[in-house]
């Protein structure tokens, strides 16, 4: 299936996900889809769609895996409004923490199976990025927007973002991708292109010097500057052909969410050709070291061979309008939710080179499913 258009949907409730299939919030402005015109489980048919006009704009979800289906909608209509979402914050039913997969010793395990490899004498692979999930379960229908209204309070930047699955075929009918993502994979605003790519980890903490010292630790960790390299080595490398000028700091900075610090670098250019939209972009760069590894071929299929599939976890999330403008967030800090609303399962991942500590990595992987528990009222 390339594109189908779609009837309209006997499921109309304003307050229905599927009449707002996608909503991403950001500090600078929130974009909200209304309706669902045509959907693609295929990116390129719909970079191309859009590109020679017959799609008005394109809002979705690209998975991990660029080989696996997507999903993309055209949507009825695309709202921009001003600063981040103001949905309704409603009672969220009671949800209870169910099973870890793999375990967390199971985690370590992987983790300590990559650095054997990283450490081996014929190796090739510099950084792998290895995620475990946790599964939730809700007594009563979670809807999905009650989840993004407390992710979007929750956040500093009011990040947060709600796609529906359903156009990357009959599996993900019905199911939801929600997160508070803070990285941006890619943006486009004219011949303006900007990222700023996250990599490198430390837990926020509660006593205000200890937190500013964990911010310093990071940004003088070897290791945390090495992981953090790659990924901006790697958005040099994909964008420099598509850009006339790429602005790149030579050093990161921290960035903080309410769980974590990073460190981050704002990358900005200027496109070289025009017809090149935002949603290309994203094609471009996804799947960058900051969810999935230096060489990206090796550790896709190191990830694959120890993960499975991560669906669209560590995917990208955003939309493109008719003018190539748009924003694409790195599918982060989310939990899918299955169409009856009372499975919810959280991923989260970190990426290891050869200086990482095992225990280390299982303790970020901990911190970051923080953000998905917070919004979902659970304590971990
Ligand atoms: C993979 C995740 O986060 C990514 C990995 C990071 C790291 O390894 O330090 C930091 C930010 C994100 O780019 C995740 O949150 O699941």
Redesign the pocket.
């Known amino acids: 299936m390339e594109s189908t258009a779609v009837a309209e949907s006997a499921d109309i409730g304003a307050d229905s996900p599927s009449s707002t299939p996608f909503i991403l919030s950001r500090p600078h402005g929130t974009v909200v889809a209304v309706g669902t015109r045509a959907q693609y489980d295929s990116t390129l048919a719909a970079a191309e769609a859009l590109r020679d006009g017959r799609a008005t704009a394109i809002v979705g979800a690209l998975p991990f895996d660029p080989e696996h289906p997507s999903a993309l909608v055209t949507p009825q209509s695309l709202k921009h409004e001003s600063g981040s979402w103001n949905g309704e914050y409603r009672e969220l039913p009671r949800i209870r923490i169910g099973p870890a997969a793999p375990t967390e010793a199971e985690h370590v395990a992987r983790v300590e199976a990559a650095l054997r490899e990283l450490h081996s004498p014929d190796n090739t692979l510099e950084k792998v ?1 290895l ?1 475990r999930s946790l599964t939730l379960h809700a007594d009563e229908r979670l809807h999905p927007h009650a989840l993004l209204a407390r992710l979007v309070a929750h956040d500093q930047g009011g990040n947060g973002f709600s796609v529906a699955l359903g156009a990357a075929g009959d599996a993900w009918s019905g199911k939801h991708l929600v997160g508070s993502s803070p ?1 941006v994979l890619i943006r486009r605003r004219g011949d303006a292109v900007s990222c700023h ?5 430390a837990p926020r903490r509660s006593d205000p010097e200890s937190d500013r010292r964990t911010g310093e630790g990071l940004a003088a960790s070897e290791k ?1 500057l090495r ?1 953090h390299a790659l ?1 901006v080595d790697a958005l040099r490398a994909s964008l420099a052909p598509l850009c006339t000028e790429l602005d790149i700091p030579d050093s990161p900075s921290l960035t903080r969410t309410p769980h974590l610090w ?1 460190l981050g670098t704002p990358v900005s250019g200027r496109l070289r050709d025009r017809s090149v939209t935002a949603l290309d972009l994203a094609v471009a760069v996804h799947p960058t070291p ?2 999935c590894g230096t060489p990206t071929d090796a550790a896709r299929r190191l990830i694959a061979e120890l993960e499975g599939d991560r669906g669209f ?2 995917g990208a999330v955003g939309w493109t309008d008719s003018d190539g403008d748009g924003e694409w967030m ?1 599918g ?2 989310c939990a899918e939710i299955d169409a009856r609303g009372t499975t919810i399962v959280a ?5 290891i080179v050869a200086a990482s500590d095992p225990h280390d990595e299982l303790a ?2 901990t911190t ?1 499913l923080g953000t998905i528990l917070a919004g979902l009222g659970v304590e971990p």
């Open positions: 990025v995620a990285e790519p996250l990599a490198g980890s945390n992981e990924v990073h900051a969810v976890y560590a790195v982060i800090r991923h989260a991942g970190g990426g970020e992987t970051k």
